[in-house]
């Protein structure tokens, strides 16, 4: 990403609008949930990992040993998908109520989602009995091209919107729905036989030739017709992209015809001798890969990276270079990103927030940095404009320009603000900013104090004193005594 990127990156605000049954039922849970089992001190990126992790675990119980205990595996693989949606939907409300949200965590978040898709998917093909490996390769790309979807929509419109029945929680809900069912009366799922004879006989009525005793037919060519259905649609998404985006809708079209080529084949019944579980995981991944890349360029206004269209060729080779290639572009991302904006992508952040006019900027200043970064693991400093130290001391020797820049060379300063608000700090500023912790000079700990009202009432404000015989007082004097 280049500087301009990350720092549109850094500046993204969501604005998604989820109107789903499972967010506007489950959202009170989840509060009541937060405040009592989830501390300050967990990162909600932590939570979102946790999720993930969670879905790979329900995978690796079945992958292991759906054999041996069928019933008990999959009842262990609902309770993990259970956990991961409860996690998944306190992470986002835990970092806005911490004032920890950012978009590196939004991001974060979103490809946590869209990696956990890949082994949601096989996990319910365990649970439902689908032991064959070409249709769980379409299910896995089936739920890859959903997000797709949803993401390019969101690329085009810079929302995420969902409706009552279309977020993704109204379909795991149907998904465990349908695998409890399946482990706890597995008789019910054998009464369904008859049903689909009689479906089969139907069809086959109208001209096609189907085995009526055999209804995984019946069910490939759902699943084929399903997600031959979906490349159409995902491929006219990307082509309605504007034309100022032409690389990303080239690169989306790209990406989406080359997977038609294992499809083929697969359709065809040419499968690879050594095709396994991994090559399934493998492809899923590129596919979640392809789907962050998206989100990632709507949230830093660029278009898709070209990388990614040489990572879909890559992505039929070896299944070890897919993972490679996938570790390595989530491992550089993050860490740009987190580097750039000076944020841990697992730690808790605690912003601290000091202000001043810092003209001549000395080392009483920066002794201040030192010590109000005590209190916390990122530094935001507000500098006056030019028109308040006029009215609040004299006028400034140095412009509000000169002293921000000054500002910005210290090693404990992450981000200065300038102008900052004056007189007074209001708290939209310090619920915008995410601030913990507001810190003051000793003169300015006092009841009829008028600067630092808002933040003293919250009760984040920290006192510190001042470097004795060091100010820019001080400095004028012996200037005008040289």
Known sequence: MTPFEKDTFSRWTSKDEDNSITETVLSLLWNRLLHHAVPDSVSANVLSLGGLLCLVHAWYLCFLYMAVEPRWISLGACALIVAYLVLDGVDGKHAARTRTDSPLGEFFAHCCCNVGFVFSTLTACYVLGIEDLSLRWYLVQIGQLIALRCHIRAFKSKVISYSKLTSPGEGFFVLLLIMGTKALFPSLFGQLSGIVTTLINTLNSLGMSLDPNNHTALFALLIHTLFYGLIVLTLLDALSIPKQNQATRNGIAFCLIYRLGPAFLMWLGVMPGSFTTWDLISEGLFMSLLTSDIILAKMANRDLHPYIVIFSM??????????????????????????????????????????????MCHLGHFNSFKKALSYGNRLIVGVLSDEHVQRYKRSPIMTMKERAEVVATSRFVHKVIAPCPFPGIPEEFIREHRIHVVCHSTEYDKPDDIYYVVPRAMGITRVMPRTEGMSTSELIKRVKAY
């Open 314 to 359: 890559v992505s039929v080779l070896d299944n070890f270079i897919i993972l490679l290639t996938v570790a390595i572009y989530y491992t550089s991302v993050l860490y740009d990103i987190s580097d750039y904006m000076q944020l841990s992508v697992f730690g808790v952040v605690r912003n601290v927030y000091v202000d001043g006019v810092y003209d």
